[in-house]
């Protein structure tokens, strides 16, 4: 028993090495103390917003009642996720969540990426300058006004796209009740917003393309799109996959608050996704611990899909995000 006692306490070189890693650190510190300070308010941050949340992750796993607090609360195991996986709208929702995600990755992705290869071949500098600005201007307008203009759009009284339909004959189309038609309204509306700015990563990307491949390629007599497809694809894939692995990560973090502003009980069938459920169950039914369960199945799902993307990634193309 000696023995082992003796075994498992730290020999006085270990102490001594631990002493001087602890003088090395803060002699570091000391040195370099204003860059440790412009770093503590994003410390300070995730530690007060990001980590200690995750106290209240217990919520899941609690017969949670807000007078008797999250440590009062009787622990009932896994009865909120039987109760979740039981439920028809939260399949439901579910299962919305991967449709819209899965299509708006489908047809979102290659958006910004085919900007950024558009005005990679646009030589005019007025006429660039312009067109970027057009496609950027949307990500800076509030999600509020980006579902009043696409509310008004499609308002079948006095909607640019009813207008249209009726010089064509077609009577009016009431879009925003209709759950076949939110999908394309939600996903389209998401693409115009984001997809100018998510290519100022790839138009980066482009920019550090070494040229004197462009200029070999020239010499060789390659056209523009032929340099495209050899060179400037092949140079930007390891940010395309970088950005892909992300977007996979958030796949069921789909638009949440356009989704609210957009969405009514006669399209849930369509629109109801994992968010507005837990926000539904959670802030307007006060169902808290079956919130909180759904949110944590979401969270565990989310580093999962990370997880297999990044290691597939990492096997198929030896690009990964670590």
Known sequence: MVAENEQSAP?????????????????????????????????????????????????AFKDYSIFRGVAGSPWV?????????????????????????????????????????????????TFKRTAQTIVYLPHFIS????????????????????????WLGVEPIYFLTKPEWFRPIFIGSGIWQEAGFSSIVFLAAIAGVNPS???????????????????????????????LIIRIGNILEVGFELIILLYQPA??????????????????????????????????VAFILVMTANTISRRVSRTSLW
Request: proline letters at 4%.
């Open 11 to 59: 020999s006085e070189g270990q102490k001594t090495d631990l002493s001087m890693l602890a003088k090395s650190i803060g002699r570091r510190i000391l040195r370099d103390w204003q860059i440790y300070a412009m770093l503590l308010p994003t410390v300070i941050w995730f530690a007060v917003f990001l980590y200690k949340p995750m106290y209240g992750l217990q919520i």
């Open 77 to 125: 195991g896994l009865e909120h996720f039987q109760t979740l996986f039981g439920s028809e709208g939260f399949i439901r929702a579910i299962k919305n969540t991967v449709i819209l995600s899965g299509f708006s990755l489908m047809f979102g992705f290659p958006v910004p990426i085919i900007l950024a290869l558009m005005f990679n071949e646009i030589l005019n500098a």
């Open 143 to 166: 999600t509020v006004i980006i579902a009043g203009i696409v509310v008004t759009a499609f308002s079948p009284s006095a909607g640019i796209i009813n207008t249209f339909l009726g």
């Open 213 to 243: 491949l462009y200029e070999s390629a020239v010499v060789d007599g390659a056209s523009r799109w032929q340099m495209m497809w050899k060179i400037t694809i092949p140079s930007i894939m390891p940010t395309i996959i970088i950005m």
């Open 267 to 300: 399209t849930y069938e369509t629109a109801d996704v994992i968010n507005t459920y837990i926000y539904r169950q959670g802030l307007q039914g006060g169902q808290y611990d079956v919130a909180a369960a759904a949110g944590l199945f979401n969270a565990v």
